[in-house]
T-cell receptor, first 111, second 118 residues
Framework: GDSVTQMEGPVTLSEEAFLTINCTYTATGYPSLFWYVQYPGEGLQLLLKATKADDKGSNKGFEATYRKETTSFHLEKGSVQVSDSAVYFCALKGNDYKLSFGAGTTVTVRA | GAGVSQSPSNKVTEKGKDVELRCDPISGHTALYWYRQSLGQGLEFLIY????????KSGLPSDRFSAERTGGSVSTLTIQRTQQEDSAVYLCASSSLRGLAGYSYEQYFGPGTRLTVT
């Protein structure tokens, strides 16, 4: 079945550092890929998405490129802020309607 | 407009008791999903409703779990004879159906209900 593997955390960074969270997937067909973010005390929010190979999703300075050849969708941000501290989830939607999530990566940004 | 709302936000119950969790989807969204977020299992799909179609219950972990959706809107997730391993955050999401092109894949999540079974 469909599955998502993402980098284990926690990740602790200083402000303005570069952030990468690795995500790889296994799926049949052509899944859509997502990054969701969960800020402390809040619900899951869609951060960005990509629906086909080579698409780049971007939002709030975060980017991720759908790489079919490496089955990856790594999340990157060039300069993180304290407000980016959150749990980040990589997810895919395969041929049905369900989202399959990675385990989540906790990111803490220190001032 | 209003997002997905869930109630209660927190629920503490004793082992063996039944609990009901409620979800109000975004108005006009025809698809509704329940997920569970727990320390040991991450985020798991539980059940899916789409319009008047029979729900997909394939993710429900046991027959103690059931859900219904009344009038194509509000949904209730019921857990009977709760066990400690049921402790988790239960998340509801909804999405819209986009015409003949198929389902909108963007799911909007509620804040969740944190269930603690003592």
């Amino acid at each position: 079945g469909d599955s998502v593997t993402q980098m284990e955390g926690p990740v602790t960074l200083s402000e303005e550092a570069f952030l990468t969270i690795n995500c790889t997937y296994t799926a049949t067909g052509y899944p859509s890929l997502f990054w969701y973010v969960q800020y402390p005390g809040e619900g899951l929010q869609l951060l960005l998405k990509a629906t086909k190979a080579d698409d780049k999703g971007s939002n709030k300075g975060f980017e991720a490129t759908y790489r079919k050849e490496t089955t990856s969708f790594h999340l990157e941000k060039g300069s993180v802020q304290v407000s980016d501290s959150a749990v980040y989830f990589c997810a895919l939607k395969g041929n049905d309607y369900k989202l399959s999530f990675g385990a989540g990566t906790t990111v803490t940004v220190r001032a | 407009g209003a997002g997905v709302s869930q109630s209660p936000s927190n629920k503490v119950t004793e082992k063996g008791k039944d609990v009901e969790l409620r979800c109000d989807p975004i108005s006009g969204h025809t698809a509704l999903y329940w997920y569970r977020q727990s320390l040991g299992q991450g985020l798991e799909f539980l059940i899916y409703f789409q319009g008047n179609s029979a729900p997909d219950k394939s993710g429900l972990p046991s027959d103690r779990f059931s859900a219904e959706r009344t009038g194509g809107s509000v949904s209730t997730l019921t857990i009977q004879r709760t066990q400690q391993e049921d402790s988790a955050v239960y998340l509801c999401a909804s999405s819209s159906l986009r015409g003949l092109a198929g389902y909108s894949y963007e799911q909007y999540f509620g804040p969740g209900t944190r269930l603690t079974v003592t």
